[in-house]
């Protein structure tokens, strides 16, 4: 992936660009009235930061929205939209002002507004960096989506703007912020199981209309990895407490797929960490819905499935001879992490996903990108700037039949075959 700032995309531009029915009133409507059913409560005492929303989809409408009932610290005064009637629809809805309906060429007056504290920005990948540095320099704090940016030097634009204005930066990395994924840190960090040896984790679905925006590189960045993938790339890095220091992948796409011209459909990538750790993980857009991860420690492991869906997750703990299913109180993720960083804006604290930390995951990915290309292991720095080993790849990848090159050129089915006989060689 390059570097360079790609051409600004506006959202209206990008709605325009792929048809202008995928965010048509009926599909609006349906929405609306999915979130109609789920009640704003009256709110509980103490001081609310509001905040503004950027970007009404349906991750905004279905999911975000409905959590600021259960929010202690955040309150939603504010909505950022290109389609008015949307947003005046869910701004009766949720007790938003009208005068506090903005558009994306009116966004910058938002500087004006002493009722908006922060700004979440949920739009398409490659519009995070633009409207988080242009929300910062207006003087607002901003909880940005994940991934961060699509490239890591447009998440160095946005930290820099955030020191610049003095502003907070958190990257809406939700699952750190409930408690089946704390209480999995905990136990892998506190070695209860011994030593953590291997962890081994998947996150995909079957993605549907190939016009979608999370299917053109311009507005992705990437395909899997970057939509879903990083959620496994990131548990292995929670979970293991390091950082990684060689990275591998392959990449797979189905042939004649017309959802995959221009993004991965699958992904396998390992990651090496300084203390031995071994991550072995995959996404993909093309399987059943999976969200799991196990972390194998000398004596048990500890297993997530589902490990990161907005609700619903479940924990086993295998110690010994015995499995355990354990039981937490469950709290809504986008709630948990709307009020930290309200809390953070309040206590004048870091946030604990600062903008840091989605740089680090997107110079991963980038690395991971370059090891598929290569089919060599790349080295990861401190810093996390890849680079390829020029002693090719130990093991799986040097002059691999599962080469990127190799998949998708030089009879993918044969090679295929070749290829899963080599990773059954190599773990045995």
Known sequence: MSDSKPQEVTRRGFIAKIGKGLLAANVAGTLIKKAAAQLVVPEPPGRKLGWAIVGLGSLSINQILPAFAKCEKSKVVAFVSGHPDKASKLALRYGVDPKNIYNYQNYDSIKDNPEVDIIYIVLPNGMHAEYTVRGLQSGKHVLSEKPMANTPAECQQMIDAARKAHRKLMVAYRCRYEPYNQEAIRMAHSQELGPTQV????????????????????????????????????????LSGEEPVQANAMMYNSPGDPRFKEVEEHVNFQLRFPSGVLANCTSSYGYFPQSHYRVVGTKGWIEMDPATWYSGLRMRVHRGNSIEERELPQRDHFAAEMDHMSDCVIEDREPLTPGEEGLRDIKIITAIYEAARTGKTVELSESNHGRVSSRGNR????????????????????????CLTRLEKTAA
């Open 199 to 238: 962890i081994l984790a998947d996150a995909g679905f079957n993605i549907g209309d190939p016009n979608q925006w999370r299917l053109k590189k311009d507005l992705a960045g990437g395909g899997s990895l970057m939509d879903i993938g990083i959620y496994a790339l990131n548990a292995s890095r929670y």
């Open 395 to 418: 093991g799986w990848f040097q002059d691999s039949p599962c080469s990127p090159y190799t998949l998708h050129h030089e009879g993918i089915r044969e090679k295929e075959q070749k």
